[in-house]
C-alpha cells in the first residue's frame, strides 16, 4: 500500500513566504517582544491555514514558547528573547524550503495555479 504524497499550491507557499518575510527580526525594548511575537504567531496561524501542514501548528512549536516568553518578558532578557525571535523566523523559513525541497525530490508535490 502506497502513501499518498502531501499536494500543496505553489501560490500558497509564496503567499507565506512573502508572510514570513513581513517578521521584523529587530526590536529596540524588551517589552516590545510581545507585539512582535504576536506577529509571529499570526503569520505562523497563517501558513497553517493556507497550507495545513502540521509543521505550522502553534501548539508545542518555538513560536508558542516565544509568544508565553514575549508575555513574561520581564522573566527574560532582551538578548534571549532576541534569540527566540530570530529562531521563530528561522524555523518558519525552514519548513517553506524544506516543502520545497521534498517537491523537488519527488516526496510531496507542488500544483502551480
Known amino acids: 500500500m502506497e502513501c499518498e504524497k502531501m499536494v500543496y499550491h505553489y501560490s500558497d507557499l ?15 525594548h524588551k517589552n516590545e517582544h510581545f507585539s512582535s511575537a504576536s506577529h509571529v504567531k499570526e503569520v505562523q496561524g497563517f501558513c497553517f ?4 501542514d502540521w509543521n505550522f501548528l502553534y501548539e508545542h ?3 508558542e514558547d516565544y509568544f508565553k516568553a514575549a508575555y513574561d518578558f520581564k522573566n527574560h532578557t532582551k538578548k534571549e528573547l532576541d534569540t527566540m525571535l530570530k529562531h521563530c523566523y528561522q524555523n ?11 517537491w523537488k525530490s519527488g516526496e510531496l508535490n507542488v500544483l502551480y495555479d
Open 14 to 28: 509564496q503567499k507565506c513566504a512573502k508572510q514570513i518575510k513581513t517578521i521584523n527580526l529587530t526590536v529596540k
Open 49 to 52: 491555514n493556507t497550507t495545513q
Open 61 to 63: 512549536s518555538i513560536v
Open 92 to 102: 518558519l523559513a525552514y519548513e517553506i524550503n524544506s516543502i520545497l525541497t521534498d
